[in-house]
């Protein structure tokens, strides 16, 4: 397993070890003692999510203000550009974000810690998309900044206008938003 290092410490892209031959491939998609030891991710992970959205489904910006989940996500079907959010007001990174492209060829995850706002827009036909959480979906203290805040100026790659839910076009803009402190 490779571990890359991002622009923001504690996010990470993670490509596993993967073994393929003219029968398909096998790949361990997590191990906690490797993950721990070649990655410092020690959480214990409580709830495993999957969505299938299609081209153009913007998702994000989530979070939750209390019951805080890190995230480990993959996509499994597809293409995503997926987007991390720093939103804890002490760090040095606050305000920044970082992407990646997860495909189901390049197998890469995503490691997003608490802390952080999370996002991803569907680039293929249909995406699926599983993610491990370190704590409970709480619909009671989720949040969800505007995708398109100007203030955080994320490089979305759109090529038509993105598909949202309701709450995705009601998020908070970023300089209003409930962050930890």
Known sequence: MNVLPTE???VLII???VFEDD???FMESY???TFAEKAGITEQFVQDNHSRSCKSVLRGLHYQV???QGKLVRATVGSIFDVVVDIRKQSPTFGRWVSCTLTAENKRLLWVPAGFAHGFLVLSDVAEVLYKTTDYYAP???RCILWNDPDLAIAWPL???PILSSKDK???PFGIAEVFS
């Open 66 to 68: 209390q019951q805080a």
């Open 140 to 142: 009671e203290h989720e």
């Open 8 to 10: 923001i410490p504690d």
């Open 15 to 17: 490509e596993p070890r």
């Open 23 to 25: 029968r398909g491939f």
């Open 159 to 161: 090529t038509e206008e």
């Open 170 to 172: 009601a998020g908070k």
């Open 31 to 33: 191990n906690s003692k």
